[in-house]
């Protein structure tokens, strides 16, 4: 029943129809942009449809993992930052919690059903993300195989091909994969929220701190921090485009962000549960 | 671990609870028994509201022990929770659920779907005027209809306990009336423990069957209402000249001091009526009224309270 009620009341919520709306006009902007770095570099005679980059290897396929690779990493921590944040500290400053604990149920089920819920929702707009870049790609620059070069986004290292069919399954396969990935500053932000008082706090708070572990894991500065940062692990789904599958890399790195989550996820709880309601 | 039937609703010992420096409640005991309202008063930040959370289980006790049906509310919440329900003040709705909707989720929720009849959540709506708005979302209720639908979400399904905060905030007259009566039938009919908290005593004096009345986080009085007010009746008259009558009083040893502009208090019982207009006329006292005098609540406390100041020599 309270996972029903929490659903009810997310589905009611702005937020799931916000992260919606947010994730296609970023979309759409995205669109634009390679539209108009296309004219500028044609002079204006760009063909939308397949001449706007080098129509050798850009096609919708490359458009909607550019697209998913730039909306995992500033959007869709924001998005799941704010789900985890208005869980805990949301219903603390409503009061919606103090009447959900006078309630013959555990505090183990009401954060239980939080936390699953914040997950379906994770892995909803992640999903959604992707499949409107893939959508968005095929209807307005159209497929075919995806080929990958190396560049600033470090996609890869060296030219990668993959058969369209192959790239989809691969897109497939990102989906889980990025949701685990996102699933380690959902947590963190549920953390934060059992420490805060109001939803807008633990939101900043969380998203801020993200913000900072994204720039530091990035930094070369800041290389002997990286591999206790769970940022520097997040776009290792970024393998899974690859002509040859590095399954060991990609379960290392999977088992280590399933741990941030894990651990984030009991600090989340073992506060929830023992604090008190002042 | 399941509550206790022999077990009183509330039982408090000895209750400290503190918050940094400052000790919000000192020393409380407490005992609700089935069948009977219990009210709680005391001005902003006596500790009323520790008291509910703590209560409620949202708080642990720094010292003392505090039991519902036996059981520690902080530790064994789920268990405690299925015999008592609360009406927090300003009543924390879920706004996005219509009145229908968080009644029957609310009411599910830890137990099993058949315990909750569709039947019951409407006329628990019903109970508290609500059945014409059930199925609008509470957002747009007013502040009198969240109370409402408050109350209505703590009686379903029906406690053994219930704990009420400021229940009478934001309704109207009529609602008050009504919302006693139901109170009274809960306790006369179905031998329900009713906790009632309020900053105002005119709003608890003629419903409730024992008064705690907290200041500083200590009980400045415990017990019947009545026995607040017991012993500081008073004979108030009115006579012209009044010095004159007042000096004729004291020359027949009863003790009268001034109150207000024209009028003088007299102890209870140290006069009749009779005798003083006997008295008067012989003097050409002219005895404008004579009427007892029975302080209400509020101004017997806060005699008590300036009492209590005095006794101590200062505000604690």
């Known amino acids: 029943m309270i996972l029903r009620l929490e659903n009810l009341r997310l589905w009611r919520s702005r937020r799931p129809y916000l992260a919606a709306f947010g994730l296609a006009f970023f979309l759409v902007l995205m669109l634009v942009g390679f539209y108009t770095y296309a004219q500028t570099k044609t002079s204006g005679g760009a063909d939308f449809g397949y001449t706007y980059e080098n129509r050798s290897y850009f096609n919708g396929l490359t458009f909607a993992l550019y697209a998913f690779y730039f909306g995992f990493l500033l959007l869709l921590p924001v998005f799941v930052c704010t789900e985890g944040g208005v869980q805990v500290a949301g219903d603390t400053s409503s009061g919606a919690l103090h009447m959900l604990l006078t309630r013959p149920l555990s505090r183990a089920r009401l954060f239980l059903a939080k936390l699953a819920l914040s997950m379906a929702l994770a892995a909803g707009i992640t999903g959604l993300l992707l499949g409107l870049a893939l959508v968005l790609g095929l209807f307005a ?106 399954w060991t890399g990609l379960v290392k790195d999977a088992s280590k962000l399933a741990g941030f989550a894990c651990l984030f996820a009991a600090l989340a709880f073992r506060r929830f549960r023992s604090r008190e309601e002042a | 671990m399941t509550a206790q039937d022999d077990e009183p609703p509330v039982l408090a010992a000895g209750v400290c609870k503190r918050f940094g420096t400052r000790t919000a409640l000192d020393g409380l005991d407490l005992e609700v028994r089935p069948g009977e309202i219990v009210g709680l008063a005391g001005p902003n930040g006596s500790g009323k509201t520790t008291l509910l959370k703590l209560l409620a289980g949202f708080l642990s006790p720094d010292e003392g022990d505090v039991r519902l049906f036996g059981q520690d509310p902080f530790r064994q919440q789920k268990s405690v929770m299925r015999d008592v329900r609360f009406a927090f003040a300003p009543p924390p709705l879920l706004g996005s659920l219509t009145a229908r909707e968080q009644l029957s989720y609310l009411a599910r929720l830890g137990r099993r779907r058949a315990e909750v009849t569709r039947a019951d959540v409407a006329a628990t709506l019903a109970l508290v005027g609500l059945e014409e708005r059930a199925d609008d979302r509470v957002e747009t209720f007013s502040f009198g209809m969240r109370q409402r639908l408050n109350l209505a979400q703590a009686l379903l399904p029906r406690p053994r306990l219930l704990v009420l905060d400021e229940p009478n905030d934001g309704l109207d007259p009529l609602a008050v009336i009504e919302l006693r009566g139901i109170l009274r039938t809960l306790r006369d009919e179905h031998g329900l423990a009713i906790l009632l908290s309020s900053h105002l005593l005119i709003e608890v004096e003629e419903l409730v069957d024992r008064l ?21 009746e008073r004979i108030l008259i009115e006579a012209e000249p009044r010095d004159a009558a007042r000096e004729l009083l004291a020359k027949r040893g009863i003790p009268a001091t001034p109150e207000g502009a024209v009028a003088l208090a007299l102890p209870a019982g140290s006069v009749e009526l009779v005798d003083v207009v006997e008295l008067f006329n012989a003097r050409g006292i002219r005895l404008e009224s004579f009427r007892r005098d029975v302080p209400t609540l509020e101004a017997a406390l806060l005699a008590t309270l300036q009492g209590e100041v005095e006794r101590n020599g200062r505000t604690r």
Do not use: C
């Open chain 1, 141 to 246: 620059v159209g497929w075919g195989d995806l080929d990958l070069y190396p560049g600033v986004l470090q996609m890869t290292d060296r030219r990668q091909h993959l058969e369209q069919s192959e790239a989809l399954a691969r897109f497939l396969l990102a989906w889980p994969a990025a949701t685990l990935a996102l699933a380690v500053p959902l947590t963190f932000s549920l953390w934060i929220s059992t420490h805060a008082k109001s939803a807008v706090n633990a939101v900043g708070t969380s998203v801020s701190i993200y913000l900072v572990l994204y720039v530091v894991a990035e930094i070369h500065f800041f290389q002997e921090l990286r591999p206790w940062l769970f940022t520097s692990y997040m776009p290792y789904w970024r393998g899974l485009f690859r002509e040859e599958l590095d």
């Open chain 2, 212 to 232: 705690l009345v907290l200041v500083e986080g200590r009980t400045l009085f415990a017990g019947a209402p009545a026995r607040l007010t017991a012993g500081r």
